[in-house]
T-cell receptor, first 110, second 110 residues
Framework: DVKVTQSSRYLVKRTGEKVFLECVQDMDHENMFWYRQDPGLGLRLIYFSYDVKMKEKGDIPEGYSVSREKKERFSLILESASTNQTSMYLC?????????FGSGTRLTVV | QKEVEQNSGPLSVPEGAIASLNCTYSDRGSQSFFWYRQYSGKSPELIMSIYSNGDKEDGRFTAQLNKASQYVSLLIRDSQPSDSATYLCAVNMIGNQFYFGTGTSLTVIP
């Protein structure tokens, strides 16, 4: 089974901090994605990547950036955390038959 | 605008009954359709995929697809309390990028 590992389950950060969320997959998938999930809004795509050093903006990229230096690792960066970025962040990896999600990081910005 | 619509519920069914979850999508060219189950506080897990018109059965789950009507559904037979979760419909509209509905909350009453 594909395993997608997110480095932190819970994070609390202060407003203005730079935040790094790490995601690693172990199945050599080319496609990786970052979503945030908020009540009533569902899953919203932040950024995605189809290859190393490649990135594409999703529906809500503002305030975020990403890095993909190695095929297995896709990092989400909050340049200057704000309270409206408090959310559940989900990383996903895919080949052709659906996504596999990581366990999620619940980020609280205070 | 790429859209995936689901009735948010909550949907309540008695134990042993059939639960019916519905989803419509906007992109007529969509080819791949998925159902995910998400327990509270957990990440989504893939339970069914369907690519062709008609029915696909897997144990107590049946996915139904009607591309002409742009409609996909999930039937859960002999519903169990452990089926209580939020069910997300996902549609592959552009390459390997999926669009998600906001989910239907299902409660199975013992």
């Amino acid at each position: 089974d594909v395993k997608v590992t997110q480095s932190s389950r819970y994070l609390v950060k202060r407003t203005g901090e730079k935040v790094f969320l790490e995601c690693v997959q172990d199945m050599d998938h080319e496609n990786m994605f970052w979503y945030r999930q908020d009540p009533g809004l569902g899953l919203r795509l932040i950024y995605f990547s189809y290859d190393v050093k490649m990135k594409e903006k999703g529906d809500i990229p503002e305030g975020y950036s990403v890095s993909r230096e190695k095929k297995e690792r896709f990092s989400l960066i909050l340049e200057s955390a704000s309270t409206n970025q408090t959310s559940m962040y989900l990383c996903a990896s895919s080949f052709t038959d659906g996504y596999t999600f990581g366990s999620g990081t619940r980020l609280t910005v205070v | 605008q790429k859209e995936v619509e689901q009735n948010s519920g909550p949907l309540s069914v008695p134990e042993g009954a059939i639960a019916s979850l519905n989803c419509t999508y906007s992109d007529r060219g969509s080819q791949s359709f998925f159902w995910y189950r998400q327990y509270s506080g957990k990440s989504p897990e893939l339970i069914m995929s369907i690519y062709s018109n008609g029915d696909k059965e897997d144990g107590r789950f049946t996915a139904q697809l009607n591309k002409a009507s742009q409609y996909v559904s999930l039937l859960i037979r002999d519903s169990q309390p452990s089926d209580s979760a939020t069910y997300l419909c996902a549609v592959n509209m552009i390459g390997n990028q999926f669009y998600f509905g906001t989910g239907t909350s299902l409660t199975v009453i013992p």
